[in-house]
């Protein structure tokens, strides 16, 4: 089940990255840039959640307050490629 879950949060992670990439208007150096930004922005979430103590689990006041920010900084890093992508591919 575990492994279910990580190859559909990594599909919600590169899905949008590969769509950035495919786009046939941008010169290929801009699409490979927006591309990579797309699919590393998780990683920046992801590694908040991580680099602070407290997000991590190990918060010894409101462990409740501190999980659910964690929940939320997860649920916000799956979707944040996509809205990259709707952000970056937007007609200006």
Do not use: K
């Amino acid at each position: 089940m575990r492994v279910l879950l990580v190859l559909i949060a990594f599909g919600m992670i590169a899905v949008p990255a590969l769509l950035m990439l495919a786009r046939e208007e941008l010169p290929r150096a801009q699409r490979i840039g927006r591309a990579l930004l797309v699919f590393l922005a998780p990683a920046v979430a992801l590694g908040l959640i991580h680099g602070v103590p407290d997000l991590d689990g190990r918060a010894l006041n409101n462990p409740n307050a501190w999980t659910m920010l964690r929940l939320v900084l997860t649920a916000l890093a799956l979707i944040l490629p996509w809205c990259l992508y709707v952000w970056l591919t937007a007609r200006r």
